[in-house]
């Protein structure tokens, strides 16, 4: 087993465990205590996918053969090769969570850092950056997405930034009483830089 897949587990669960869909749930739970048990459950659900998606994969690498994967160069073939059903499913995937870490990422930039260098920022100019960062990021992204050409290496960048920056600083204001905030932001910058 190559040890790169081991590193992906790992980073998939701190990943779903700070994901932003986990976030707006644990916001809208009725108590501290229910949003930690929500956010582990979430967890180790979506943990238990992971052996289901890997048996999935292999069973559709057997199916479509190494002759198809050759010619279209890579393994990301078996996706769109098995049906189109199994396409829609990802596609309704994608654009379900999508849209949350575009308002995640949004709001991030504009409320949390832009606004801490302008606190008197009116309404209306928020209001304007927000538009600007919603088009922006998203052409970001389609720019890192064309550069690279495997689906997974993607996923697994995007990914890895995320779970550096937002996993363990998430993980330790959720569970550990001694977290500061000065403590959690210097884990979530020594995360993004590492």
Not at 140 to 147: P, S
Request: net charge neutral.
């Amino acid at each position: 087993v190559d040890g790169t897949i081991i590193g992906d587990i790992i980073t998939y669960f701190v990943f779903t465990l700070a994901g932003a869909e986990m976030w707006q749930r644990a916001f809208a739970a009725k108590s501290q205590k229910a949003a930690k048990n929500g956010l582990f459950l979430g967890t180790v659900a979506y943990g238990l996918t992971i052996p289901l998606v890997w048996f999935m994969g292999v069973v559709a690498h057997q199916l479509i053969g190494a002759e198809k994967i050759a010619m279209y160069g890579t393994t990301d073939a078996v996706v769109p090769a098995l049906t189109g059903l199994a396409l829609a499913g990802i596609l309704s995937v994608i654009m379900s969570t999508a849209d949350s870490y575009l308002i995640v990422s949004v709001q991030s930039c504009v409320h949390d850092v832009y606004k801490t260098f302008d606190p008197d920022m009116s309404e209306k100019k928020e209001l304007i950056l927000t538009r600007v960062f919603a088009v922006v990021m998203p052409l970001g992204a389609l720019a890192i997405a064309l550069y690279m050409k495997n689906a997974y290496q993607i996923l697994m960048f995007a990914w890895s930034f995320y779970a550096a920056a937002a996993g363990l600083p998430a993980f330790a204001a959720l569970y550990w009483k001694k977290a500061t905030t000065a403590g959690i932001l210097s884990g979530m910058i020594a995360g993004f830089t590492v």
